[in-house]
């Protein structure tokens, strides 16, 4: 297990925006709306798939606070940007909809939340990958887990020991965890039974730092290979294009009460190359 801090991003920046660049000359990847079985109801998703029958290593991406579809999309631009990245290298991609499948908009306030990460959305985690595993074209025991924000508190839950998979269920191959509210898994001794990657921005003021590098610590000898990477002055949201920084608003439903979003073309350049090696292990 190791904790990692980057001393320094700023070289990174110009081959972000080459990166950047590339990406938005292709044409966009068109998801496929699918239903899976869920308990008391169905859980709809949106699936990316590279071209041809497969087999596919496949992604169960976990969407943030805001949701997963915008209002003239069925994927947020954000989301649907790292369908595009990971399509790249080989992988599907399904978009559980954790919120439009309850008919719930954006959970990012406190005082209108009303599914949680230990809850709700692990039991659409594990619907997801057993609805995976029936798939012809997928490799059963290539599938990882990735999420955003609250998604990734989520992914948190969904790796540790104590979450049991249904019998003949694959295991998740890897997960990786983008700036999770760390702060309830380290006070009650996470650890997880897959390599699980955190990134997560120095400046976070919405999410902290601090807590998953305690979580981390703490998991130490008892879990599987764990690894966090820290930007230095760097803020939540850094992965999403066009954000410049600011401070959130409390009036901004799809956005979190209190701290700071911004972008970091370097950081983001930087998750880009841990993610595909993270989920090629």
Do not use: N
């Amino acid at each position: 297990m190791r904790l990692r801090f980057l001393p320094s991003i700023a070289a990174l920046l110009c081959a972000g925006h080459v990166a950047l660049a590339s990406s938005a000359l292709a044409s966009p990847a068109k998801p496929v709306a699918v239903e899976i079985p869920r308990a008391g109801g169905v859980l709809h998703a949106q699936l990316y798939k590279p071209d041809g029958d497969g087999p596919f290593p496949t992604v169960v991406a976990l969407h943030g606070c805001a949701g997963l579809s915008g209002t003239a999309a069925p994927v947020r631009s954000r989301y649907a940007d790292w369908a595009e990245q990971l399509l790249k290298t080989g992988h599907a991609v399904l978009w559980p909809d954790s919120y439009g499948s309850r008919e719930l908009g954006p959970q990012c306030h406190a005082k209108t939340r009303r599914m949680t990460a230990r809850r709700e959305r692990l039991a659409d985690i594990s619907a997801a990958r057993h609805w995976l595993a029936e798939q012809a074209w997928v490799v059963r025991h290539r599938i990882g887990l990735v999420g955003w924000d609250t998604g990734a508190s989520a992914l948190l839950w969904a790796v540790r020991p104590q979450t049991v998979l249904a019998k003949g269920e694959p295991e998740f191959r890897s997960a990786v965890a983008f700036y999770p509210d760390c702060r309830s898994s380290a006070r009650l001794g996470w650890s997880a039974r897959v390599p699980t990657l955190v990134l997560i921005g120095g400046s976070d003021d919405i999410t902290s730092a601090s807590a998953c590098r305690a979580m981390v610590d703490g998991a130490q000898g008892r879990s599987a290979l764990t690894r966090l990477v820290v930007y230095p002055g760097v803020y939540h949201d850094f992965d999403q294009p066009g954000v410049s920084l600011h401070l959130t608003s409390a009036a901004d439903p799809e956005a979190p009460e209190h701290g700071h979003l911004g972008f970091d073309p370097a950081a983001r350049a930087d998750a880009e190359k841990r993610v595909a090696h993270w989920l090629g292990r």
